[in-house]
């Protein structure tokens, strides 16, 4: 399995859900796509989960919600150039 490197800036999650997706999803902060950076927010919002405000907690979920989006669009841009 490849390694996984994910360079974030300091206080990345405490930014607005927009800006958080947007970072993760970058080839500066995951090299190897949005995939990684997904993790890394899942990580945050299950070990951190317990210890945040459900306001903050919402925002994250907003964020994990605009990542898969990049996800999914970024796995659908894989797939069609593998046919082409």
């Not at 999650?13 to 090299?31: C, N």
């Not at 997904?38 to 317990?50: D, E, H, P, S, W």
Request: glycine share 4%.
């Amino acid at each position: 399995m490849k390694e996984e490197i994910v360079h974030m800036p300091a206080g990345l999650f405490a930014q607005d859900p927009e800006t958080i997706a947007a970072s993760l999803a970058s080839k500066e902060v995951s090299p190897q796509g949005p995939a990684a950076g997904m993790r890394v927010l899942a990580f945050y919002i299950t070990r951190a989960g317990r210890m945040l405000s459900a306001s903050r907690l919402k925002k994250l979920e907003k964020a994990r919600k605009l990542l898969s989006i990049r996800v999914e669009n970024a796995l659908k841009e894989e797939e069609r150039r593998k046919i082409a």
